[in-house]
């Protein structure tokens, strides 16, 4: 047989077994490396596993590294980004799948061969024992292609606000999708700390809502002290800092002092304290309360939240902020209409897209973070009270399609980066607030909006 028959024949049985591999599943092999999703701003893929090394590639929120090695340096990792840089890349700012093992991952030697993004030919790969290949030299396998939704459609992450994060609790929110969990803190209260921990224990990244003193907010000397505790928070590991909340009504702000002026000057301090304990934690202006009850209440008692968002951005609070807070929570209609409210169009808040342009217009392209976002539904729990009683009709199923809808607006718009649903968990169910109308774990134990938003988001 000549040589050129002899490798048509090879390439002929070559085929068969890739057909017959395609067909019966291939046999298991270990897995060559594990994917990780960045999850800051930016991250640097580097020459060596140092800060010192040369940076090869710059990593935007969302994009994804395929690490393939480890250093004996803590915290580092070899692997290759999307656009093809192999180099090192500090861990802690990637987040990867549950079912992942770093530790298994070869210790790759610190001299191992590098190369930019877009900087010509692979060069050769590692071995398994940590010393450069000898006859083979495998390449890190492509990234797989990103899914057509989930978690990072656009950079889009998900989340939900607890009351506690049982095993209850953390199941429903894994069911849903859910990578973030938000709490709710005090200037001032250790447990914060704790709620850091207690994320991170759980494979959660943590949102800190951060309040404080509404009667000394407005003094120069409390907005020092507030700027350092949430540097001590952004210091002890919190993915995110919302700087205060709904600080355009008076209760949650000094009455007859609210100001967008005088908030952005405590923003600007929070966010100059957060970025020095901490350069990769999110900071998120305060979300104001949805309204248009100016008119009625006067504006030493309210703001309207759109007057009030373009008071922000011309005070400037735009650069003190990588993410604009927004809240939705009066919808009683899909997200995907802009008309047929039955309680009548003249409050754009009750509308999905006009929250959304009322929050982020002012700031041009700056990406909006809803840190609070759900429907109410009495269902389960009987009446509501009288000035909740506009979602009387909302049923179960209703708020579970809808937050899915939301869900998957919002990350196709481009325009919003993290979703926190409002609530989880909650169980106050009181003549007040019925705070558990909104939870998506309803009191017969059942979670609709789990399932409904894990499909969104690819885990389902």
């Known amino acids: 047989m000549t040589l050129m028959k002899r490798l048509r024949a090879l390439s002929a049985v070559c085929l068969a077994l890739a057909v017959l591999a395609a067909y019966f599943g291939a046999p298991a092999q270990a897995q060559s490396g594990v994917v990780g999703t960045v999850t800051v701003d930016e991250l640097y893929l580097r020459s060596a596993p140092s800060r010192n090394g040369a940076i090869l590639d710059t990593l935007r929120f969302g994009q994804r590294v395929e690490i393939t090695g480890r250093s004996t340096v803590r915290g580092w990792g070899y692997g290759r980004s999307e656009a093809g840089a192999l180099g090192w890349i500090v861990l802690q700012y990637l987040e990867f799948p549950a079912s992942a093992n770093l530790s298994e991952l070869p210790i790759v030697p610190p001299d191992a061969p590098t190369n930019p993004a877009g900087g010509g030919g692979a060069p050769e790969a590692p071995s398994a024992g940590g010393a450069p290949g000898g006859d083979a030299t495998p390449q890190p396998p492509a990234l797989p292609p990103p899914p057509p939704s989930g978690a990072n459609l656009r950079g889009f ?7 506690s994060l049982s095993p209850t609790t953390v199941n429903a929110m894994r069911r849903a999708g859910m990578t973030w969990v938000k709490r709710q803190a005090k200037e001032g209260d250790g447990a914060a700390f704790g709620y850091i921990g207690e994320a991170k224990a759980n494979g959660f990244k943590i949102l800190l809502s951060v309040i404080g003193n509404i009667d000394l907010v407005v003094e120069p000397s409390y907005q020092d002290t507030y700027a ?13 800092i919302e700087v205060w909340n709904e600080q355009n009504i008076d209760r949650e702000w000094k009455r007859g002092a609210i100001s967008p002026v005088t908030y952005t000057q405590l923003l600007a301090k929070a966010y100059s304290a957060i970025k020095a304990s901490n350069p990769n934690t999110l900071v998120i202006s305060g979300a104001p309360a949805p309204t248009g009850a100016e008119a009625a209440f006067g504006s030493d008692r309210v703001w309207n939240d759109d007057r009030y968002a373009q008071g922000m951005a011309a005070a400037g609070a ?10 939705y929570n009066e919808g009683i209609v899909s997200p995907n209409q802009r008309s047929g409210d039955p309680r009548g169009d003249n409050y754009p808040t009750r509308y999905f897209d006009g929250q959304i342009a009322r929050g982020l217009n002012p700031f041009g392209g700056k990406r909006g973070c809803f840190t609070e976002l759900g429907y109410l539904s009495p269902q389960g729990y ?6 909740f009683a506009w979602a009387a009709n909302v049923t179960v199923q209703q708020q579970a399609q809808w937050l899915a809808e939301a869900a998957l607006r919002a990350a196709q718009s481009g325009r919003i980066r993290l979703m926190i649903v409002f609530n989880v968990d909650f169980t106050y169910y009181g003549a007040d607030d019925p705070q558990a109308g ?4 309803r009191p017969d134990g059942s979670c609709p909006a789990c399932e409904t938003l894990g499909r969104v988001m690819g885990v389902r």
Do not use: K, T, W
């Not at 949430?230 to 995110?240: E, I, K, N, S």
């Not at 735009?318 to 809240?327: T, V």
């Not at 009987?382 to 000035?387: D, E, Q």
């Open 382 to 387: 009987g009446g509501l009270p009288s000035n």
């Open 228 to 240: 350092n505790f949430v540097g001590q928070l952004a210091a002890a590991g919190a993915d995110a």
């Open 438 to 441: 909104y939870a998506m774990i």
């Open 157 to 163: 992450e998900l989340g939900g606000q607890v009351q």
């Open 318 to 327: 735009g650069r003190y902020a990588d993410c604009i807070g927004l809240h």
